[in-house]
């Protein structure tokens, strides 16, 4: 058996065009996939979205959510440059966690820093430079 990683991650939305539009026109994703299924109460719109190697889909249900499964943390996406990232996102209003900018140079071989925010449905997101 040979796992290469991640496919997706999966990600319920409440309002999947305001989603896509922060994955896209703040973060610089790039809608690859889109498509409407149907289930017994209505439509459940499902968007897949990618950046370089990452690929997250985004599904709205007709419904609210009664989460059961485990939750993740927060998603972490690789940049080259944290600082000019940063900046750039918060030209276009992203409001980082105060307090969470982090350099670790004992993390991961010559160190690593990262930083958090969070997405329209409170999702949390961390930008991760590898030094």
């Known amino acids: 058996m040979k796992m290469e990683g ?3 991650v ?3 939305v409440n309002d999947i065009q305001k989603s896509l ?3 896209t026109e703040k973060l610089g994703f790039q809608l690859i996939w889109e498509s409407v299924n149907q289930c017994e109460a209505g439509e459940v719109l499902v968007k897949f979205v990618k950046s370089g190697n990452s690929v997250i889909e985004l599904v709205q249900f007709p419904f609210a959510i009664d989460r059961k ?3 993740f943390d ?19 209003g992203i409001e980082f966690e105060e ?7 004992q993390t991961f071989q010559g160190g690593s820093k990262w930083v958090m925010f969070r997405g329209p449905d409170q999702e949390h997101i961390e930008l991760n430079e590898k030094l």
């Not at 307090?99 to 140079?105: C, D, F, L, Q, R």
């Open 74 to 92: 927060h998603i972490a996406m690789n940049v080259e440059n944290i600082d000019e990232v940063m900046g750039i996102l918060k030209e276009k």
């Open 69 to 71: 499964d485990g939750w």
């Open 6 to 8: 991640f496919a997706h």
């Open 10 to 12: 999966g990600l319920y």
């Open 99 to 105: 307090g969470s900018y982090t350099h670790a140079p």
């Open 21 to 23: 539009a922060f994955y």
